[in-house]
């Protein structure tokens, strides 16, 4: 089978036979690529038309208990300046984004054992009451069941958590010892029963990544079928173990933003922040090839710079207005149009919720 014809399969079935996905990435070319791209486009269209979904994301805390390989806000880095929102600040700049046309907030944060259960209930009823047509997005790592039922039944509507890899040796790798695989996949299922909307994906470039990992993602996500799907190239920071490993490309992430995009006709797909900081018009590519969500930063201008997962990280001194009306231009510029809806995953129904927590 060639290049093109394994792109047709996929524009035409959404999947491949298991063995023809890493020739698919191995064999791609620019003029490939640009095929892809188009077909990626033209089913994009088809499902949403020509309209961006935008996301307000408040990084609300940047303490976390893990201690990933790559990540610049891991346990372990002293040189971290660390810093925790209150719920009222929080609700403020949740306010601020409503006021400039999102109608998704995305609470983000490392792994903070800090805050309870009950603070992230009682943060997302604030949102579901102050602005009841805004969505809720909640993006705080791995919890148990118990904690993803309480967060749905106070409001919450979506969940993101990537599962960064799906090979169990390379999770091993990126990894500290005490977190497992096994217990990534068991909290996304765990979300998808409840009833979010649930967002998986993976890095892209990462140390010691092979075409073999990127196969088993998309295998891996065939099965799951989230709602969402993220995926962005591995940059370096210079406080981690994987500081001196070069950065994933441009190049692969857009080509399998395509792939993707043919796999999963109605998931939401963004244009990373990291891709975008790669290359000035990465976002622009990145809807391009198959994109449909793009994801400002609304956090407090002295927070943003303190919240770096990674090396050079962009929109860290912009002020949340400016990044909204940014964003607006840029996509008119490539024919796109800003949502200001909620932007939620096609077919999507909310399940009951319990009283709440």
Partial sequence: MTERERIRELYGKGQLPPEEYAPLIDERNPEEAEYLFSLARERCHAVFGDEVYLRAIIEFSNYCASDCNYCGIRRSNGKAERYRMSREAILTCAGRAHSFG????????????????????????????????????????????????????????????????????????????????????????????????????????????????????????????????????????KDTPFRDFPAGTVELTLFMLGVLRLMFPEALIPATTALGTLDPKGREKGILAGANVIMPNVSPVENRGKYLLYDGKICTGEDAAMCSACMERRMAAIGRTISRSRGDAPGWEKKDRAAGC
């Fill in 102 to 237: 999102f109608r998704t907030v995305v609470l983000q944060s490392g792994e903070d054992p800090a805050y309870s259960d009950e603070e992230i209930c009682g943060i997302v009823r604030d949102i579901r009451r102050e602005f009841p047509e805004m969505a809720v997005t909640l993006s705080i790592g791995e919890k148990s069941r118990e904690s993803y039922q309480r967060y749905y039944d106070a409001g919450a509507d979506r969940y993101l958590l990537r599962h960064e890899t799906a090979s169990f040796s390379l999770y091993k790798r990126l990894k500290p010892a005490n977190q497992l695989l096994e217990n990534r996949i068991r909290c996304l299922l765990d979300l998808k029963s409840i009833g979010y909307q649930v967002g998986a994906g993976m890095m892209l470039g990462a140390p010691y990544q092979q075409t073999d990992d990127l196969v088993q993602d998309l295998l891996f996500l065939r099965q799951l079928q989230p709602e969402m799907i993220g995926i962005g190239p591995f940059i370096p920071h």
